[in-house]
């Protein structure tokens, strides 16, 4: 199935495309060193994550693996338009959809070896990221939380659990069981990307 | 049965109920301008007025004088009236299902007013400064301070349409067409003009605060509908303010000329916004002084009612929105002040607030039921009838309206339903009620007509809208309230996200509300916490205060739930952090090992004294004091603990089991839990086998439960092991599970009993805790103040 709900209209493409070319100082192609220079980023505790994001491509293609050296527009924009709002009217199985591919894109941040399963190491390592700034009481506390996250995900999605068992990591289907209380379709977007205009251009599809 | 028994309670109650107004209602009587509850007439006080003395009168053994007591005399008694019938009401369950308490107080304030009027007296009406200056505040301060700031920034340019657009127009609509039905309607009712019929309707289009947090308070509806109502209702005020000022002035005039309008839009943008910066500028003074009030912790609330008050008193003066004064202040001020500020500080607020308002709104009620029997009263049936009929109509075309404009920009539109439910619960209140009390008869010389009309809208809106619109929900099935379990999960990605947005609005070189909000936060973060917030506080993270609530959270509610001397049988056993852990090879042990038998054992006992327990629900709800971690006795035992010396914790490692520290050498190895008089509970030792933690650790890096027996102190207790370390790091914990999960927030500025700890310091590694049972009366007391939030 595609992600025919993220289609994204020809107005923002062209604004998106006019930065990709700023971004990439009119090149054809970005690089992580054109996303580092964006200035605002600098104090962004994850934007090593996120721009990694972008050239993982499991984000742009069906079962890609591994990561890019450099990206073309058509996967900026696809990665663009896992932020898009859903549409006021569709269907339940159509907003489960949506909810479902923007999760995989967080997993996907998460899960950085890519084996299916965001283990306590990553997990460890996200809660070291967000708390990065914080200096010392940070570093000390992020094993800490990511423990008792760990923890609760285990408990929630596998339930009560023997001492010699063992909880690998967590897994897609259990990370979109803990997330469900947030509402990842609609606070996960970016409102430059949700002007409605008539004409849609459909993307390539993950 | 059930039925005799309440039927026997609200038997005694009314009993009661009638014995005090009986003692009252000799005393009252008012006259119109005065009071209420100062009351003109009393008994005449014989035996003190003695005439000029012939002869020596014997000494006046028991005397009476009455004047003298009873201004408090009678505030008292009202006030005891109102808290006596709030008692009441649930004490009959099924009555205050059906009908919300704010009818159920109206209903009583009619029979007192009637009973009063019955004893010959003029019953007191609900003056308009008693309501404005002592009434008001104390429910406004309540709603500003806890208001949900994520959910109120999120819709506020929805709220913000409703307020100013809905009020406005609902004033039009309903001044404009009412003028229309006065000038047909002939003989009585022509001589009312049209800025006199604009004025009535600006007073009576906006929603009030007070009606509405009484009556959605008890239907528990989804939050975003509530922020959208009670936001509306807040932030009218300053329309309302301006309309009634501006056609208040200009009716003596007669006409209003374009250039009133231009200044009306002026002085609305003064109002509303110099509101906010006066309410902001005590926020800061507020939070600012809170940081120096470590060493006077008794006078804390009192700051933040007192800069609160001058907020909104301040406002007035200068004629701006007191009300949005309030919100700004108590808003702004609170996430500095709770850092702060001791536990119990934080929970006199919380209590006195809550108990104010409370009150407060019982009050109101019950004086508009009062006043409404009191009253001047000018019925015509056009006028009120035309009234109520526009009233409503405005409401819902305005709503209806105003939602087909707002969502074109909203990502989670309205439904009708959702529409529905705003426009239904427009409610008014009080507030109009002052506001046309407050009108000079002589400009306005239809005023008790208006008094009247209001008076029925109200009761109206708050009778027929607020009795029904409980079922209502339930037919339409809204959306209620969500019991959503706050995890730390969830915090984590919330904050995630807020980041990654953050990022990708930089990628895209737009700078939206995420970006904004980013920056702001920064600028928190990096200059104004620093200034306001005392100490090492200032530096912790929303994520780590966030874990650091969580986990007391946590600890309290099993020591609530669990009992240590009932051991459940079967105890659901859930993850530890063994679980969790990946395998290590086994270690080379210094020491003998537990047998395993021994170690299962230990296992078992663990696993069967801890339940799981689920965090509660935290709900905005203003009249639920939902158990606070940072309730007084708990807080201090954790201090106490803090506090115990010693403690060698040697961890020792089991291969992916819980560990458990030796016991201090000097201290007898007994390890026990128990419930100690009501206050902590806690884990399970095994009352008969000391040996079983008799192990020596190793340092090793998986994370431990440490269960600390004995302190050579107190023999018979066991104490919470204190985690504090050199460098200040933080002890942690793990969910529950097969440990025991609890964290004594350890401060993170040096303390007195630091040096006590310095032989934890071998232990950089994380650490569990294990929580035990008090150390009964024998631990010192200890400077219990400790900022709020650790």
Same mark, same amino acid.
């Given at each position: 199935?595609?992600?025919?709900?993220?289609?994204?209209?020809?107005?923002?493409?062209?604004?998106?495309?006019?930065?990709?070319?700023?971004?990439?100082?009119?090149?054809?192609?970005?690089?992580?060193?054109?996303?580092?220079?964006?200035?605002?980023?600098?104090?962004?505790?994850?934007?090593?994550?996120?721009?990694?994001?972008?050239?993982?491509?499991?984000?742009?293609?069906?079962?890609?693996?591994?990561?890019?050296?450099?990206?073309?527009?058509?996967?900026?924009?696809?990665?663009?338009?896992?932020?898009?709002?859903?549409?006021?009217?569709?269907?339940?199985?159509?907003?489960?959809?949506?909810?479902?591919?923007?999760?995989?894109?967080?997993?996907?941040?998460?899960?950085?070896?890519?084996?299916?399963?965001?283990?306590?190491?990553?997990?460890?390592?996200?809660?070291?990221?967000?708390?990065?700034?914080?200096?010392?009481?940070?570093?000390?506390?992020?094993?800490?939380?990511?423990?008792?996250?760990?923890?609760?995900?285990?408990?929630?999605?596998?339930?009560?659990?023997?001492?010699?068992?063992?909880?690998?990591?967590?897994?897609?289907?259990?990370?979109?069981?803990?997330?469900?209380?947030?509402?990842?379709?609609?606070?996960?977007?970016?409102?430059?990307?949700?002007?409605?205009?008539?004409?849609?251009?459909?993307?390539?599809?993950? | 049965?059930?039925?005799?028994?309440?039927?026997?309670?609200?038997?005694?109650?009314?009993?009661?109920?009638?014995?005090?107004?009986?003692?009252?209602?000799?005393?009252?009587?008012?006259?119109?301008?005065?009071?209420?509850?100062?009351?003109?007439?009393?008994?005449?006080?014989?035996?003190?007025?003695?005439?000029?003395?012939?002869?020596?009168?014997?000494?006046?053994?028991?005397?009476?004088?009455?004047?003298?007591?009873?201004?408090?005399?009678?505030?008292?008694?009202?006030?005891?009236?109102?808290?006596?019938?709030?008692?009441?009401?649930?004490?009959?369950?099924?009555?205050?299902?059906?009908?919300?308490?704010?009818?159920?107080?109206?209903?009583?304030?009619?029979?007192?007013?009637?009973?009063?009027?019955?004893?010959?007296?003029?019953?007191?009406?609900?003056?308009?400064?008693?309501?404005?200056?002592?009434?008001?505040?104390?429910?406004?301060?309540?709603?500003?301070?806890?208001?949900?700031?994520?959910?109120?920034?999120?819709?506020?340019?929805?709220?913000?349409?409703?307020?100013?657009?809905?009020?406005?127009?609902?004033?039009?609509?309903?001044?404009?067409?009412?003028?229309?039905?006065?000038?047909?309607?002939?003989?009585?009712?022509?001589?009312?003009?049209?800025?006199?019929?604009?004025?009535?309707?600006?007073?009576?289009?906006?929603?009030?605060?007070?009606?509405?947090?009484?009556?959605?308070?008890?239907?528990?509806?989804?939050?975003?509908?509530?922020?959208?109502?009670?936001?509306?209702?807040?932030?009218?005020?300053?329309?309302?303010?301006?309309?009634?000022?501006?056609?208040?002035?200009?009716?003596?005039?007669?006409?209003?000329?374009?250039?009133?309008?231009?200044?009306?839009?002026?002085?609305?943008?003064?109002?509303?916004?110099?509101?906010? &910066? $006066?309410?902001?500028?005590?926020?800061? @003074?507020? +939070?600012?002084?809170?940081?120096?009030?470590?060493? /006077?912790? =008794? #006078?804390?609330?009192?700051?933040?009612?007192?800069?609160?008050?001058?907020?909104?008193?301040?406002?007035?003066?200068?004629?701006?929105?007191?009300?949005?004064?309030?919100?700004?202040?108590?808003?702004?001020?609170?996430?500095?002040?709770?850092?702060?500020?001791?536990?119990?500080?934080?929970?006199?607020?919380?209590?006195?607030?809550?108990?104010?308002?409370?009150?407060?709104?019982?009050?109101?009620?019950?004086?508009?039921?009062?006043?409404?029997?009191?009253?001047?009263?000018?019925?015509?049936?056009?006028? &009120? $009838?035309?009234?109520?009929?526009?009233? @409503?109509? +405005?409401?819902?075309?305005?709503?209806?309206?105003? /939602?087909? =404009? #707002?969502?074109?920009?909203?990502?989670?539109?309205?439904?009708?339903?959702?529409?529905?439910?705003?426009?239904?619960?427009?409610?008014?209140?009080?507030?109009?009620?002052?506001?046309?009390?407050?009108?000079?008869?002589?400009?306005?010389?239809?005023?008790?007509?208006?008094?009247?009309?209001?008076?029925?809208?109200?009761?109206?809106?708050?009778?027929?809208?607020?009795?029904?619109?409980?079922?209502?929900?339930?037919?339409?099935?809204?959306?209620?309230?969500?019991?959503?379990?706050?995890?730390?999960?969830?915090?984590?990605?919330?904050?995630?996200?807020?980041?990654?947005?953050?990022?990708?609005?930089?990628?895209?070189?737009?700078?939206?509300?995420?970006?904004?909000?980013?920056?702001?936060?920064?600028?928190?973060?990096?200059?104004?916490?620093?200034?306001?917030?005392?100490?090492?506080?200032?530096?912790?993270?929303?994520?780590?205060?966030?874990?650091?609530?969580?986990?007391?959270?946590?600890?309290?509610?099993?020591?609530?739930?669990?009992?240590?001397?009932?051991?459940?049988?079967?105890?659901?056993?859930?993850?530890?952090?063994?679980?969790?852990?990946?395998?290590?090879?086994?270690?080379?042990?210094?020491?003998?090992?537990?047998?395993?038998?021994?170690?299962?054992?230990?296992?078992?006992?663990?696993?069967?004294?801890?339940?799981?327990?689920?965090?509660?629900?935290?709900?905005?709800?203003?009249?639920?004091?939902?158990?606070?971690?940072?309730?007084?006795?708990?807080?201090?035992?954790?201090?106490?603990?803090?506090?115990?010396?010693?403690?060698?914790?040697?961890?020792?490692?089991?291969?992916?089991?819980?560990?458990?520290?030796?016991?201090?050498?000097?201290?007898?190895?007994?390890?026990?839990?128990?419930?100690?008089?009501?206050?902590?509970?806690?884990?399970?030792?095994?009352?008969?086998?000391?040996?079983?933690?008799?192990?020596?650790?190793?340092?090793?890096?998986?994370?431990?439960?440490?269960?600390?027996?004995?302190?050579?102190?107190?023999?018979?207790?066991?104490?919470?092991?204190?985690?504090?370390?050199?460098?200040?790091?933080?002890?942690?914990?793990?969910?529950?599970?097969?440990?025991?999960?609890?964290?004594?927030?350890?401060?993170?500025?040096?303390?007195?009993?630091?040096?006590?700890?310095?032989?934890?310091?071998?232990?950089?590694?994380?650490?569990?805790?294990?929580?035990?049972?008090?150390?009964?009366?024998?631990?010192?007391?200890?400077?219990?103040?400790?900022?709020?939030?650790?």
């Amino acid at each position: 199935m595609g992600l025919e709900q993220n289609e994204v209209s020809l107005e923002q493409i062209a604004i998106l495309h006019n930065r990709f070319k700023q971004l990439s100082q009119n090149e054809e192609t970005l690089r992580r060193d054109d996303l580092k220079t964006i200035q605002d980023l600098e104090s962004n505790p994850i934007r090593y994550q996120i721009i990694e994001a972008f050239f993982d491509r499991r984000n742009f293609q069906k079962d890609g693996v591994g990561s890019v050296e450099e990206i073309g527009f058509e996967e900026f924009l696809t990665v663009m338009s896992y932020f898009r709002a859903p549409a006021h009217h569709i269907t339940e199985e159509q907003r489960e959809e949506i909810r479902r591919a923007k999760l995989r894109f967080l997993f996907n941040m998460h899960d950085t070896d890519n084996d299916g399963t965001i283990t306590l190491e990553e997990y460890r390592h996200v809660v070291e990221e967000l708390l990065s700034r914080s200096g010392a009481l940070g570093r000390e506390t992020a094993k800490g939380i990511a423990d008792a996250a760990m923890l609760e995900v285990a408990s929630i999605s596998v339930g009560p659990m023997a001492p010699d068992e063992f909880y690998e990591g967590i897994t897609f289907e259990h990370f979109l069981k803990i997330l469900k209380g947030i509402e990842i379709e609609t606070r996960m977007h970016i409102r430059f990307l949700n002007m409605d205009t008539a004409v849609f251009c459909k993307q390539h599809s993950v | 049965m059930k039925l005799n028994e309440s039927v026997m309670e609200l038997k005694m109650f009314l009993l009661v109920l009638g014995l005090l107004v009986g003692t009252g209602s000799p005393d009252m009587g008012s006259s119109q301008g005065k009071c209420s509850e100062s009351l003109v007439q009393g008994p005449q006080t014989q035996e003190n007025r003695t005439h000029t003395t012939h002869s020596k009168k014997p000494f006046p053994v028991l005397s009476f004088g009455y004047d003298y007591v009873r201004l408090p005399f009678e505030i008292s008694l009202w006030v005891l009236l109102a808290s006596l019938m709030k008692l009441g009401f649930h004490l009959m369950p099924r009555l205050s299902s059906i009908v919300p308490e704010s009818c159920l107080l109206i209903v009583v304030g009619l029979l007192v007013g009637g009973l009063i009027k019955l004893v010959g007296e003029a019953p007191p009406v609900l003056e308009s400064n008693i309501f404005f200056l002592y009434l008001l505040p104390p429910i406004i301060l309540d709603a500003g301070y806890f208001l949900p700031i994520r959910q109120f920034t999120e819709n506020l340019g929805t709220i913000l349409m409703f307020a100013v657009v809905g009020t406005l127009w609902n004033a039009f609509f309903v001044g404009g067409l009412l003028y229309g039905v006065c000038q047909l309607e002939g003989h009585r009712l022509v001589t009312v003009d049209l800025l006199s019929c604009l004025l009535f309707g600006s007073i009576i289009s906006a929603v009030d605060p007070v009606a509405v947090l009484a009556v959605f308070e008890e239907i528990h509806i989804n939050e975003l509908l509530h922020i959208l109502v009670f936001g509306e209702s807040l932030l009218n005020d300053a329309v309302t303010v301006v309309l009634y000022h501006l056609f208040e002035e200009f009716s003596s005039v007669g006409t209003i000329t374009v250039t009133d309008v231009l200044l009306g839009i002026v002085c609305f943008l003064v109002v509303s916004l110099g509101g906010i &910066v $006066v309410g902001a500028i005590y926020g800061i @003074l507020a +939070a600012f002084t809170s940081r120096f009030t470590s060493h /006077t912790r =008794v #006078i804390e609330p009192l700051f933040v009612f007192l800069y609160s008050y001058m907020a909104y008193l301040s406002a007035e003066v200068f004629h701006l929105s007191g009300i949005m004064a309030l919100i700004a202040c108590g808003a702004v001020m609170r996430p500095y002040v709770e850092a702060n500020i001791s536990h119990k500080s934080h929970t006199t607020i919380k209590y006195f607030l809550k108990m104010w308002s409370s009150v407060s709104d019982t009050l109101i009620f019950i004086f508009l039921g009062v006043s409404t029997v009191a009253g001047p009263h000018e019925w015509n049936w056009i006028f &009120v $009838v035309a009234t109520l009929i526009f009233c @409503l109509v +405005a409401r819902v075309l305005g709503v209806v309206g105003l /939602t087909f =404009v #707002i969502n074109k920009f909203r990502i989670v539109k309205l439904t009708s339903k959702d529409q529905f439910i705003i426009a239904y619960g427009g409610l008014r209140g009080a507030i109009a009620f002052s506001l046309v009390y407050l009108l000079n008869t002589d400009h306005f010389p239809k005023r008790n007509m208006f008094l009247t009309a209001i008076i029925t809208v109200i009761f109206f809106t708050v009778f027929v809208q607020g009795m029904t619109i409980r079922p209502l929900v339930d037919l339409l099935a809204v959306k209620k309230k969500q019991e959503t379990k706050r995890s730390i999960n969830e915090e984590i990605h919330t904050q995630f996200l807020d980041h990654l947005l953050t990022g990708i609005e930089d990628i895209c070189g737009h700078y939206g509300h995420h970006h904004w909000k980013d920056k702001l936060n920064r600028f928190n973060k990096k200059y104004v916490k620093k200034c306001l917030i005392a100490g090492e506080r200032s530096k912790e993270p929303q994520l780590i205060a966030f874990y650091h609530k969580m986990e007391m959270k946590q600890a309290i509610e099993l020591v609530e739930s669990g009992g240590g001397s009932k051991l459940p049988s079967a105890m659901p056993s859930t993850v530890s952090m063994q679980n969790i852990q990946p395998k290590k090879p086994p270690q080379d042990r210094a020491l003998p090992q537990l047998s395993k038998a021994r170690e299962e054992e230990i296992r078992k006992i663990l696993r069967t004294n801890l339940q799981r327990t689920r965090q509660r629900l935290r709900s905005y709800n203003r009249h639920t004091l939902i158990a606070d971690p940072y309730e007084d006795g708990w807080n201090e035992i954790l201090i106490k603990r803090k506090k115990m010396k010693e403690l060698e914790k040697k961890i020792s490692q089991m291969n992916n089991y819980l560990t458990v520290p030796a016991p201090p050498p000097d201290s007898p190895t007994i390890a026990r839990a128990r419930l100690a008089s009501g206050e902590m509970l806690l884990i399970a030792s095994s009352p008969t086998d000391p040996q079983a933690w008799g192990l020596k650790s190793a340092t090793e890096s998986i994370p431990s439960i440490k269960v600390d027996l004995a302190s050579p102190q107190s023999p018979e207790s066991v104490n919470i092991v204190d985690e504090i370390g050199m460098k200040g790091s933080q002890p942690k914990v793990s969910e529950e599970g097969g440990g025991l999960t609890m964290k004594v927030p350890s401060p993170t500025k040096p303390r007195k009993d630091q040096t006590t700890d310095e032989d934890n310091d071998k232990e950089p590694q994380q650490r569990l805790m294990r929580c035990l049972s008090d150390p009964g009366p024998a631990a010192e007391e200890e400077d219990e103040d400790e900022p709020f939030l650790h």
